[in-house]
């Protein structure tokens, strides 16, 4: 006699990951019962997500602005603007996002979220899964955990950010996005301003650190006051905040606390772990475990990186923690050294054979040669300072 489940599948957060697998099982048609409980009681303007792809694409219908160039800049003059031919850096605003999502979701009879709703336990029991809940049990065959964990990391990159609007015409260049600029390194890790002109007189601008240690959220306040400050933009209306602690490479096991549950999204490997993205890595993985569970197998997490990407990432990764004050040179080499079509493939995890060996040849040969032997101590639990 099959087993009665309360519902098939709990998808434990609905933020980009949950919302993402719930809208495309929803898209499908999807006969399954499945329920996403989320601990916010709203959804708020609070992210920005990009990524570069052609003009047009599937996911255009969510994107708000793009730009067909962007900057490396450090705080010595030293600039690189780079674009390539056909391709856009595309910006989605999260609350674009989440409405098309709970729109789509809404359409389906089988599909809901929850919101407001802290989860308290989770375990298994015969043949599926409890959730506690402080609203109630909901048993499941099947869990997708989707929520934040505070994860050990070799490096974190915290951001404080804020869209503003003004007056006047903004004091840079709005047809191009400021990917990584006014770049300043030393003992204490790299930091740097993002700028994504929205219009002439809008802006989102964040203040980004990587280091070994995340700063508290206060501290990164005060140096994005200061950055609009030095922009002259101190005085401009501020429309919402955005805010973030970014694991950067984390170690190779993270295994599944209890049976019948995968993770995914930040906590179960959707970051990039050199550059933060995430989006379209989510989106790739939303709709494959939609497929399986739509042939009735068992959800999936996201897949382990290649051995050649993972490597990558490490040994870079280690050399910017080792040597973080040279840590500005080694992104403005890479702006300025290699191709931008390449350095795209790289950081879009599409990179070819050529293009590792091209950004190899663009980076300092004894600071990563160093790096070569795994260094399992780089891995700790900092994370938690910066909440």
């Known amino acids: 006699m099959p087993f009665d489940y309360d519902v098939d599948l709990v998808i434990l957060g609905a933020g980009c990951a949950g919302l993402s697998l719930a809208s495309k099982l929803a898209d499908a048609g999807s006969p399954l019962r499945v329920v996403a409980l989320e601990a916010r009681s709203e959804y708020v303007d609070d992210r920005s997500w990009c990524f570069w792809r052609p003009e047009h694409h599937d996911l255009s219908h969510l994107v708000s602005k793009s730009w067909s160039s962007w900057t490396f800049a450090g705080a010595d003059g030293r600039t690189s603007t780079r674009s390539v031919s056909g391709l ?45 809940t402080d609203s109630g ?117 993270v295994s599944d606390p209890v049976p019948g549950v995968v993770r995914a999204g930040m906590g179960g490997g959707a970051l990039r772990p050199t550059s933060g993205y995430a989006f379209l890595r989510i989106q790739a993985w939303a709709e494959r475990c939609a497929q399986q569970l739509q042939e009735g197998r068992a959800p999936i997490g996201h897949p382990a990186e290649p051995w050649d990407r993972r490597e990558m990432d490490r040994i870079f990764l280690q050399a910017v923690r080792a040597h973080p004050e040279k840590t500005a040179d080694y ?3 890479l702006a300025s050294r290699v191709p931008p079509e390449r350095l795209v493939r790289f ?41």
């Open 88 to 132: 856009y850096y595309h910006y989605v605003r999260g609350s674009d996002f989440y409405a098309d999502a709970l729109r789509r979701v809404a359409a389906s009879t089988s599909i809901s979220i929850r919101p407001g709703v802290h989860v308290t336990a989770v375990e298994q029991v015969p043949n599926g899964v409890r959730i506690d």
């Open 137 to 253: 049990a909901v048993i499941a065959r099947w869990v997708v955990d989707t929520r934040p964990q505070v994860l050990p990391a070799m490096l974190y990159q915290c951001f404080a950010g804020t869209e503003i609007e003004v007056d006047a015409p903004l004091p840079f260049d709005v047809d191009e996005v400021g990917l990584m600029t006014g770049m300043r390194s030393g003992a204490d890790g790299l930091g740097f301003t993002y700028i994504l002109p929205l219009s002439r007189t809008r802006a989102v601008i964040e203040w980004t650190r990587f280091s070994a240690v995340p700063l508290p959220h206060a501290e990164m306040v005060a140096r994005l006051d200061a950055v609009l400050a030095n922009l002259g933009l101190g005085s401009a209306r501020v429309l919402r905040h955005e805010r973030g602690v970014l694991p950067m490479g984390r170690p190779d096991v």
């Open 331 to 333: 992104f403005l080499a």
């Open 347 to 387: 950081l879009s995890d599409q990179a070819t054979p050529g293009d590792y060996a091209r950004i190899i040849a663009s980076l300092p040969l004894l600071p990563f040669l160093a790096q070569l032997p795994r260094r399992p101590e780089l891995f700790h639990a900092a994370g938690q300072q910066a909440l």
